[in-house]
Every structure is written in structure tokens, then in C-alpha cells.
């Protein structure tokens, strides 16, 4: 039977004094103090209490798949943002502990299933005390962000029959969390990044037939500046070249052409000298003056 809002405000521990000591009831599993109570922690039914539903709202940590070993905090008017095809784990503001005859089952608000999130359904286990760790992920092509303490997802809490045991830290390590603990991984770690030496335009057609929006945007920009550049060469760089190695070939044809008819004259003059001495020579004999 699904708890309705009347049972759960019945049975959600209220009192400062009750919550507090509460906290150390489930890490001792004292259940014949524990009784049918729930605990969740701040409890706002105000806000969040629907008829058959509580909402749960998104706390002080949360980890990117992306970035799986680095654990990220955001505070009061800040937000989680995630990206197109990001998955992220998000830990619950509320602290949530449930007696022997209680189980909850965690789904997606109808909000961001209908803007494009995609949000695993999971499972409390009866006897579980702690803040949960959701899975919610962006399947659209525009980056989502969820403020902090804001509603995320949606916990509905069933009542069942005592479980015979219940749950302790050495069959469930996370037990009592109230902070993101390492991410361990069954596959391999993620890969290294591309170093720019190794990129082609194909890992960049690939990133855009992915993902889409922004992507597209990057590629047209670099499409872009690449036409505005040859654009730029053809009309204001390759004139000038052209200009300045005509130039420059016209003063070295000058040169050499100067430097020549300087070799020319020398060789004229020397000639012209020599002619003229040996016809003095000659002028002198046949007058006999020598």
C-alpha cells in the first residue's frame, strides 16, 4: 500500500528533540523504539508533500560521470549544471530512514521527464538510513540546471510486511551517507584526453552528429573563420606578395643590369685607352720623334 500524504504526516518524525535522537536509533537498529516512524530530514510538506509523494530536493554534492573522481559542492543561489548527454549523480538534501515495515521507490518528476531528463527509478530498502544518491541525466541537446535545494525527484513510500533483517554497513558500505564516498567502477577507467596533436576534423564531425547543439555552433566557427582567413589572403595578403616580389625582382634585374654596363664601360674605356696609346706611339715614330 502506498503511504498517502495523512499516513506519512502521521508517521514522519517532526520533533527537534525526536529528530535528533533518531538519528543515532537506526545506526544502533533499535526498532522497538523506531516503530513504524519515518525520518526525513528537513521535512517541508508544505513544499513538497503531495497527496501520495514526497519530493526530494537536490543537496550540497553531486559527481559528473564525465569527471567521475572529482566530487563537486554548490551552495545557497548556486546550481548543478549538466550537459547535453551528462549524467550525474546528485546527492538528496533530505536524509531519509525508514523502519522494518517501509520501502520507497524514487522516480522522476513529471517536469523534467517532459523537458527531456531521463532519471533511473531506484529502490529504499526498508531499514535504509541516509541521503540517496540519484542518477539524473540530460537526453536533450540544451544544457539543464537544477538549483540547489530545489525538488528533482519525486519518493513514494509502501508499506510492507517487517523484513526478517535489516540492513547494516558491512552488506551495504554507503549505509548512512551523508556525503559522496570515492566512485569505484567495474570497467575501465576512463580514457585520456585528446591531446591536440592527435585531433582530426573527424572527432569533431563525430562530437557534432552525437550531441548536436553547441557542437554545431563550434564547428561552424571554425568552418567559418577558415573561410574568413582565406577570404582576407586572396583579397589583402596575396596582392601585396605579389607586388612586393615584382618589385623586388625588378630592383634585382636593375642591379645586375648596372652592375654589367659598369663591367661594359670599364672594358670600353680600357679599350679606348689603348687604342689611343698605341696610335701615339706610332704618330711619334713617324714624325721621328723617337
Not at 535528533?20 to 528537513?42: C, E, M, Q, R, V
Not at 543537496?59 to 563537486?72: A, C, H, Q, T
Not at 539524473?136 to 519525486?154: A, D, E, Q, R
Request: aromatic fraction near 10%; hydrophobic fraction near 40%; proline fraction near 5%.
Amino acid at each position: 500500500m502506498v503511504l498517502r500524504d495523512k499516513d506519512l504526516k502521521e508517521r514522519i518524525l517532526t520533533d527537534p528533540k525526536k529528530i535528533k535522537d533518531a538519528y543515532n536509533l537506526w545506526k544502533k537498529s533499535k526498532w522497538d523504539k523506531i516503530g513504524d516512524n519515518i525520518l526525513i530530514d528537513p521535512f517541508e510538506p508544505e513544499e513538497k508533500l503531495s497527496l501520495v509523494s514526497y519530493d526530494l530536493s537536490v543537496g550540497e554534492e553531486y559527481v559528473s560521470l564525465r569527471d567521475p573522481y572529482n566530487i563537486k559542492k554548490i551552495k545557497e543561489g548556486e546550481a548543478v549544471s549538466i550537459d547535453p548527454s551528462e549524467t550525474v549523480l546528485i546527492l538528496t538534501n533530505e536524509y531519509v530512514a525508514l523502519p522494518k515495515n517501509v520501502m520507497a521507490m524514487i522516480v522522476p518528476r513529471a517536469r523534467w521527464i517532459f523537458e527531456g531528463a531521463f532519471l533511473n527509478a531506484s529502490r529504499i530498502d526498508p531499514t535504509w538510513y541516509g541521503k540517496i544518491l540519484v542518477g539524473f541525466t540530460n537526453v536533450t541537446k540544451w544544457t539543464m540546471s537544477l538549483g540547489f535545494k530545489k525538488p528533482f525527484c519525486t519518493c513514494y513510500f509502501m508499506e510492507c510486511n517487517n523484513v526478517g533483517e535489516h540492513l547494516t554497513k558491512k552488506v551495504v558500505p554507503f549505509l548512512g551517507r551523508t556525503t559522496i564516498d570515492p566512485l569505484t567502477f567495474s570497467f575501465a577507467r576512463p580514457r585520456e584526453l585528446l591531446k591536440p596533436q592527435q585531433f582530426t576534423r573527424e572527432h569533431l564531425d563525430i562530437v557534432v552528429s552525437s550531441f548536436g547543439y553547441p557542437w554545431d555552433i563550434v564547428q561552424c566557427a571554425i568552418e567559418r573563420g577558415k573561410m574568413e582567413t582565406i577570404e582576407y589572403i586572396e583579397r589583402d595578403v596575396a596582392p601585396r606578395i605579389v607586388e612586393e616580389a615584382t618589385l623586388k625582382v625588378t630592383e634585382r634585374a636593375y642591379k645586375d643590369l648596372l652592375g654589367s654596363h659598369r663591367s661594359l664601360v670599364r672594358t670600353l674605356i680600357g679599350f679606348v685607352i689603348t687604342v689611343g696609346g698605341v696610335s701615339i706611339v706610332a704618330l711619334l715614330r713617324y714624325i721621328g720623334f723617337i
